[in-house]
């Protein structure tokens, strides 16, 4: 029989993401953690306590500046009253009014710019970091699939035909005429292909189905690979492959005798091994789940799926990828759908069922609107008097529905790990807003019962003046 059998693809590997310095540090977290979902949840927690003095005292400010703005309720209610039909002079009588009484909103801003600068920066890197952890899960998919399919090849010695590199081994057999070297129980041929120079390697043990060939005359080694039929069907050796292999036939009505078909059900006989390998690493060893969503990579929803098919999958990313060699390509260029479909073919469940079932996204809603909520109490009088018409308090309210619509858009189509961040940081935002309030409340209650002892004490000496008179 023909040696040449049928050639097997390898998948690409090697490829990534180019992640900058704090992507590093946010893959760090996330792989030091272990569980995806719980890493991200350290991830946001680790953000948080970096941020949160610059939160904790943009809102302290915020929440003195609203309780100087209720002390001033009465002489603010008048002026909205006198200037009703004037806002430019209302907004000049309140500013001097504002200075007359400590209040400065100006305060409260740097702290909130940081803030802001070191959520875009975490955000970008974040969601940088979920493009490269998608994309590794397949790069590592990609490498047991291809370990599968080698191991029924041999790992044979890179023989050269010649080089002045003395670490490099060259043909010392006499291959001109048509001797086969053997090493370590495995075979190599030399041949020609026209003009060009072909090794061929063969493993010696009659189990392995696969071998390799590769340009002797081409300074950068590649190695083709193929499936010796012979060995894996004809032979017999293997019931169980004959058996696969026959019903692999039978399914396409296609007969043993007919040689492309029968290459073509050997090649894909061995490609469903490492399909199924893949298949077994994403369920056992790799687990992007975090309750009830399948894979944090992607939204929780129910149209999407925990392996996505291959047009939603390649629209993933948005960047060039790395490859091995350093040189940048397209997802396109790196596994085409075929090659995807291959890489998948025993994963049709994870393809069907749903990612998730909007429960995140509603409850961070939920979360942002609360918080909203009560940020706009504790802000209630600056908004109420900051303008002569209340605009301030109307466009506070626009806002708490506005900022979760927006996210709910977004949480449509961004990924679930994206929304366990948002949802944490909803949270620390609430008992970072609550905890500040209850303090810096209670702070002030102090300073105005200090203030009207302060006023009693002034005001008892004369109360009790004519009492000492008369004693005298």
Not at 192 to 221: F, P, Q, W
């Amino acid at each position: 029989m023909q040696l040449l059998s049928i050639v097997i693809p390898l998948l690409e590997e090697g490829f990534h993401i180019e992640l900058n310095w704090l992507g590093h540090i946010v893959r760090a977290i996330i792989e030091w953690v272990g569980p995806v979902g719980l890493g991200v949840i350290v991830f946001t927690l680790i953000l948080k306590l970096i941020t949160t003095p610059f939160d904790v005292y943009q809102r302290i400010k915020m929440r003195k500046q609203s309780l100087i703005m209720r002390n001033m309720k009465d002489d603010l209610e008048k002026l909205q009253k006198q200037y009703a039909n004037d806002k430019q002079t209302y907004s000049m009588k309140m500013m001097e009014l504002q200075k007359k009484n400590g209040y400065s909103m100006f305060g409260a801003c740097l702290p909130m710019i940081i803030s802001f600068v070191i959520l875009i920066v975490a955000i970008s890197a974040f969601q940088s970091f979920s493009q490269y952890a998608n994309l590794n899960m397949y790069e590592q998919m990609a490498h047991v699939y291809n370990q599968e399919i080698l191991q029924y090849a041999p790992e044979g010695i890179d023989y050269r035909l010649s080089s002045e590199d003395e670490s490099v081994p060259v043909v010392t057999w006499d291959w001109e005429s048509g001797e086969t070297h053997e090493e370590g129980g495995i075979l190599y041929t030399v041949y020609l292909d026209g003009t060009i120079h072909r090794m061929r390697v063969v493993s010696a043990d009659e189990s392995k189905c696969i071998y390799y060939e590769y340009n002797l005359d081409e300074d950068t080694l590649n190695r083709t690979y193929y499936v010796d039929t012979d060995r894996l069907y004809t032979s017999g050796q293997d019931a169980e492959a004959k058996a696969a292999i026959d019903a692999i036939l039978e399914e396409r009505e296609a007969s043993s005798s007919n040689t492309d078909a029968l290459n073509d059900a050997c090649r894909d006989y061995i490609e469903d091994k490492g399909s199924l390998a893949a298949a077994n690493w994403f369920r056992a060893e790799n687990d992007p789940s975090f309750l009830w969503i399948k894979n944090v990579w992607y939204p929780d929803v129910s149209y999407a799926h925990p392996i996505q098919d291959y047009n939603e999958f390649s629209k993933s990313f948005s960047q060039n990828i790395i490859l091995a060699n350093g040189q940048k390509a397209a997802i396109g260029t790196i596994i085409d759908a075929g090659e995807y479909e291959n890489l998948t073919a025993h994963l049709g469940e994870e393809k069907e069922q749903a990612n998730g079932y909007f429960i995140l996204i509603v409850v961070t809603i939920g979360l942002m609107v609360l918080q909203q909520f009560i940020m706009m109490k504790s802000q209630k009088e600056a908004n109420q008097y900051q303008t002569v018409d209340g605009q301030g308090a109307r466009t506070q309210k626009i806002m708490m529905v506005m900022l979760p619509l927006i996210y709910a858009i977004t949480g449509l189509m961004w990924t679930a790990a994206f929304s366990i961040y948002i949802a944490v940081s909803s949270i620390i935002g609430i008992l970072v807003t609550l905890i500040s309030n209850f303090f810096i409340d209670r702070s002030f209650r102090r300073k105005e019962e200090a203030e009207l002892i302060a006023k009693y004490r002034r005001k008892a000496p004369s109360a009790v003046q004519p009492k000492n008179k008369k004693q005298k």
